[in-house]
């Protein structure tokens, strides 16, 4: 039974010693000449401006949230969009009918959201 | 495949639903606040109206996963009547501390479609699913005054504990289901030998602590008072009540099924109710602010409910669920005056007028409300023409059915304890002179709608204190 598991350690292992050997000989062996421009924060490629711990707009967090709901939603539409050509008649009724509930609770928050001025962006 | 007549059986929980959604929209589109407050009143009313239809049917819909009889219409009926008193109450209270905002309604009308959900639940993971969004709505209401600090300390506290027990009350469903292949409620209740497996014990026991924990019982009792102290005072009637008649909803009628099989449990629930009772008791002694006295009193009075559970029989049923109707009436009461007396405080975003001190001499400035206190006060203390004494009877009466004469021994003692901070402040209201001389009359000045609502409370303490009885007759549980 556990025998099965051993190529299992044995990739770890290997991997293990692949990552703390690599890192401890280019430490060990390698040229260390810092300079400021070495040792600053690396912001992909641009000169670092500020603290990185800063306050953000609460709108970032409404655009992700509002991100969220709406990444979600396309997550359940897609099976049910799928399968509803599978469906005999009756049940195609009952799924849109269905679907359409959803979809109208996420219109409303959506209506919600916007009258509540989260999407202004000035 | 659903039926379309299922949705006759959970009519109450559509319309709650619907209305929580469109009080949303009525706040994004009226400027005007009354609007919304008295669509959330005609929502409640008229879901509270079509609880009633159902009550003498006894069906499972959905497909197993709703379950629709006598006590599940008795748990809506009661989670229906402590959020219409509180939504009453509510309004001049948001007016006075500056938080009048539509979403305080609708957020009370998501908290009850989770409530209903876990009371009509005939699955674990329905029942999961009303306790989230019962919570969720409880912890942003907890923190509605934004700008009070002991509020968002409530509301963090709230939420970061209740995030960390629906961990274990997710992992005891979790256990259950990996013994017996099946969420459903009924199914579980029928289970057999089954049920005496030690995972499953386990897998129960860690979904009883979930409860225990929104209950308030001992050893997970700790959160009471910060979080009912800091939340907007009607918010706490509202938490104390209709919260815990939910949760109370669901582990009930579960216990109470599989009685023969989790005996062993019994001795358990025994010393967390003994517990629960002297922690509540004990420490509220000591208390000088009024709304922690009361929140200590409710730790008690889950000690009391505790003692039902822990008998686990028909007549713990019974004299639990009376024992809901008293509480909600007294508590929401005791809860909506000291809202009432409670001070506009938004210059130093701290709570006032909360302290023991300020009662002093309440009779002489107020003698009406200083009665509707005391009322209340005799009730929760126990005390006979008052519904919460026929609530302890029947529940003490159960325990001493199902052979725990100590536990019931212990229970009275303890309850004499408790006794004695009712009366501490009752004294200060009758038999001391106010020592705050900058008391204004503004305070008294009451709306309608409040008065409205402890007119409901004080009469409910009163009729089901001289006719319990009458409750019986109208729920045959």
Redesign the interface.
């Given at each position: 039974m556990l025998e099965s598991y051993i190529p299992i350690f044995i990739i770890i292992t290997i991997s293990l010693l692949f990552a703390i050997v690599n890192i401890s000989f280019s430490t060990i062996f390698g040229p260390q000449r810092p300079n400021k421009e070495k040792l600053s924060t690396y912001e992909s490629g641009v000169e670092p401006i500020g603290s990185a711990r800063d306050r953000f707009s609460i709108k970032y967090y409404m655009v992700a949230v509002s991100f969220i709901v709406f990444d979600i939603e396309v997550v359940f539409l897609y099976p049910w969009a799928v399968s509803f050509i599978t469906l005999s008649k009756p049940e195609m009724i009952y799924s849109f009918i269905v679907g359409s509930v959803f979809l109208f609770i996420l219109l409303i928050g959506l209506i919600y959201e916007y009258k509540k001025g989260v999407l202004k962006w000035d | 495949?659903i039926q379309l007549q299922d949705f006759n059986y959970i009519i109450p929980l559509l319309i709650i639903t619907i209305g929580a959604?469109v009080t949303?929209?009525i706040?994004?589109?009226s400027k005007n606040k009354n609007v919304v407050f008295w669509f959330t009143i005609v929502t409640v009313v008229a879901a509270l109206s079509t609880a009633f239809i159902h009550i003498d049917i006894a069906t499972i819909v959905f497909n197993n996963f709703i379950r629709i009889n006598i006590l599940s219409t008795t748990f809506q009926v009661l989670i229906l009547t402590a959020i219409l008193i509180s939504v009453f109450s509510s309004k001049s209270y948001i007016e006075k501390e500056g938080i009048n905002f539509g979403e305080y309604y609708s957020l009370m009308l998501f908290s009850v479609m989770g409530m209903i959900l876990m009371v009509i639940g005939n699955d674990l993971l329905l029942v999961f699913l009303g306790l989230e969004l019962m919570s969720i709505c409880f912890y942003v209401l907890a923190g509605f005054m934004r700008k009070r600090i002991k509020s968002n300390e409530s509301a963090l506290k709230y939420f970061l504990l209740g995030a960390f027990m629906t961990g274990f009350l997710l992992y005891g469903i979790a256990l259950m289901y990996g013994v017996l292949g099946t969420t459903n409620i009924s199914t579980i209740s029928s289970a057999g030998e089954l049920i005496k497996t030690p995972t499953f014990l386990i897998g129960f026991g860690l979904f009883m602590v979930g409860f225990f924990f929104k209950l308030g019982v001992f050893p997970f009792q700790m959160w009471v008072p910060d979080v009912y102290e800091g939340a907007p005072t009607t918010i706490t009637g509202m938490m104390s009540t209709a919260g815990k008649i939910a949760a109370v909803g669901v582990i009930l009628p579960i216990v109470v099924s599989l009685a023969s099989n989790i005996t062993t449990f019994r001795p358990v629930f025994s010393v967390a109710a003994i517990l629960t009772m002297l922690i509540g008791s004990v420490i509220a002694l000591s208390q000088s602010n009024v709304k922690r006295l009361l929140a200590y009193s409710s730790i008690a009075s889950a000690g009391y409910i505790m003692v039902g559970i822990a008998s686990m029989n028909d007549w713990a049923l019974k004299g639990i669920i009376f024992y809901l109707v008293a509480y909600v009436f007294m508590q929401l009461g005791a809860f909506i005056i000291i809202s009432i007396l409670e001070q506009n405080s938004s210059d130093t975003n701290e709570f006032k007028n909360l302290e023991l001190n300020n009662y002093k001499g309440l009779a002489k400035e107020n003698p009406v409300l200083a009665i509707f206190f005391t009322i209340f006060l005799f009730s929760l203390a126990g005390i006979p023409p008052f519904a919460g004494f026929w609530g302890k009877y029947y529940i003490f009466y159960a325990a001493i059915q199902a052979n725990l004469i100590w536990l019931s021994i212990v229970g009275i003692l303890i309850s004499v304890v408790s006794v004695y901070y009712y009366l501490k402040l009752i004294v200060y209201m009758w038999f001391m002179d106010s020592d705050n001389t900058e008391y204004s009359q503004d305070v008294y000045r009451v709306s309608p709608l409040t008065n409205f609502a402890v007119s409901l409370t004080i009469v409910g303490t009163l009729f089901f204190g001289l006719f319990p009885e009458v409750f019986f007759n109208l729920f045959k549980v």
């Open positions: - | 495949m959604t949303l929209v706040d994004a589109f």
